[in-house]
């Protein structure tokens, strides 16, 4: 289970270093943040929620399951946008309002 | 040899570990007295512990027209006795104060057009938990009595005449060991994850569903200090998303899914409804050549799937991925179930630290709350509230006026062995390697995974003499930095813990909970065996206590 980071896009707040429960993220000599022990990753995706550039993509393994897509998040006032890249090229967003409750 | 530098500080009162109950805990002190409290926390605390991803409900509350004695009885029923009353009732009696605080802090809850809350069963109300941690961090950093040390890895509590007088740790983003010094210190570390070989051991060997990081390190430095445990036996299985090891809850009592095997039968209803025989029903319908087992959610609404998708967006994301990976929504396919490793977890079983009413430990000055504390299993969020709220306040009326007191050798000795792993060089063993020689050994010979959660007293006894010689490889592993390091300490802890789960394992000669305690050298349950197995680390062994079921309202340690 794991993430990603695009150096590209990563501007080296290092908001998910310091957020991580695991401490697993890491600033690279280049001033960009790498994650140092990918397979200590719970997956709880705090560092995706974190990082406000968009620069952390969440997927699954191939062992649980995973074929290619990955996740990450954007906001707009109080909406989460989760923007889910298939591995087919497609793209879903979901958004969740958090002022709303769960349903279920 | 690696110098470390060194940090001395004194304050009121210690919080180790600030998660749900450290924080909530933190907060009571500080509107109620003047003390200064500093919470040393390993990660950060604004998505620490168990709360980092969010949570699906409110587990543990009292709805509409039940009472505390309704949850007590049903908790008491699932743990099949085996439960402390004046836990339960002391904690059930705050379920709900404690979540109008959070709900003031800004954590929202589903309401009717009544602005009553929405129930999910008789015990739950729905919310959306996702930002749960950071509202209750947020309430924290405001307060100028806390100060918060993140990334400070507590290893070892300094006690003195079985009185708490603080502990020792170390940074695990620079080169500094802490020791701290206080009138009380509250434990509230989480449970232990990562003791058993995990459900993927492969590549996503950490998505499993009690956090990686919960090591138990408060269980360890108790019984390293003598503290007495209770009811590690009782393990924690859970039952949840196959590969995800998402929750369940809001597809089971959400949209009220059923639990089938592949034949499409009903099963659940023949092995029983408490949460251990949720588990044992689906092991043994796998065994039989059922498997595999689903929660039944192809028979709902399509109109469902959105929320559904939301729903797990807001506390397990993975979840929602796997479904859209997977092309089809939940109305569209049943969701495969297995049980997952087992855990140690005070919040969901009863296994933990001995306390009385108050959340004291046996060690003066020391109190637990929240996952690491025994006794009242079902607590869940609101339990961790309210027993860092019980503690706190009873540290105020106890200990605001005790004197700090210092005692050095501890730090020293302590330093002394972290600068050995710091400067040691180890070129056969790693914390990595030998945590998976623990896991392999504890779910082939203490009941995991792979013997469908069942073990004999041979095995055990295999289990114990392995766990032995991995203590003696832990004691010598080396490190490159004190973040590495720390993963040195997770798995002395861990392997402390297996320890002491083994002994009690051996000690419960009965089956009281199938699969959490499933010994086939007796696989019926005693009433002999109807009261607490506890026990106490002295003089380098582990003391079995067996103790009658505490009928009074209030308890005190006496021995
Ligand atoms: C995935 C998941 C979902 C859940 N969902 C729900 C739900 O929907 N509803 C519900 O009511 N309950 C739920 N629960 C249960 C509930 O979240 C827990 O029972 C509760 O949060 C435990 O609180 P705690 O304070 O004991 O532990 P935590 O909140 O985990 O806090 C422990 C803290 O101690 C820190 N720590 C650990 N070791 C050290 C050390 N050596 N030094 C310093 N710090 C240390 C950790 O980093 C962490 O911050 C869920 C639990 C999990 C794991
Ligand atoms: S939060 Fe995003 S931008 Fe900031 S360091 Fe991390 S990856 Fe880079
Ligand atoms: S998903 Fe969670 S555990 Fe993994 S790197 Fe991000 S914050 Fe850390």
New interface residues.
Partial sequence: ??IRIDKQKCVGCFQCT??????LIRKSDTGKAYIKYP????????CVK?CRFGAID??????????G?T?NVSYEGDI?H?N?H??DGTQ?T?D?N??????? | MTRLKTQKLMTDVLIVGGGTAGCYAALTIARHSKLKVTIAE???I????CL??GV??INAYIVDGKTPDFYADYATKDANGIVRRDLLLSAAKLFNSTTAELEKLGL???KDENGKY?S?GNRNI??????IKPILAKAVKAEENISII??LNITDLIVKNNRALGAVGFK??ENTAYEIYAKAVLIATGGASGLYKPN?P???????WY???NTGAGYAMGIRSGAEMTSFEMRFIALRCK??IAPTG??AQ??GAKQVNSKGDVYETKYGLTTSERVYGTVEENRLGNGPCYLRTSVIDKS?D??????Y??MA??Q???W???GKNPSEQDVEISGTEPYIVGGHTASGYWVNTNRETTINGLYAAGDVAGGCPQKYVTGAFAEGEIAALDIIRKYADAEIETYEEVFESKLGEYEKILGGSNEKFTAQSLEEAMQKVMDEYAGGISTGYSFNEKQLDLADEKIDKLITLADQLSAEDT?EMMYVYELRERLVVCKVLIAHLRARKETRWHTFNENLDYPDTDPNYFGYVNSKYENGKIDIIFRDIVQEAEYEHKN
Wanted: net charge positive; aromatic share 8%.
């Fill in positions: 289970m794991s310091a957020v991580c429960p695991g401490s397979e200590n990753c719970w997956g709880c995706v705090s974190e969440f997927f699954l393994g191939a062992d649980i399951g995973g074929v897509s996740m989460i989760w889910i298939k591995y879903i979901i969740v958090s002022k709303d409750s769960n349903q279920y | 390993k990660a950060n604004k998505r620490s512990g980092a991803a699906n409900a929202v809850i589903l929405v999910r729905k919310i959306n938990g996702e930002n993140n990334n695990t983003d993927n492969g590549f996503s060997r950490h998505k499993m956090p990686p990081f590969d995800t809001t597809i959400g949209v469902k959105n929320d559904l998708l939301k729903a967006l807001n994301p993975s929602t991925l796997k859209i990976e997977s973040y």
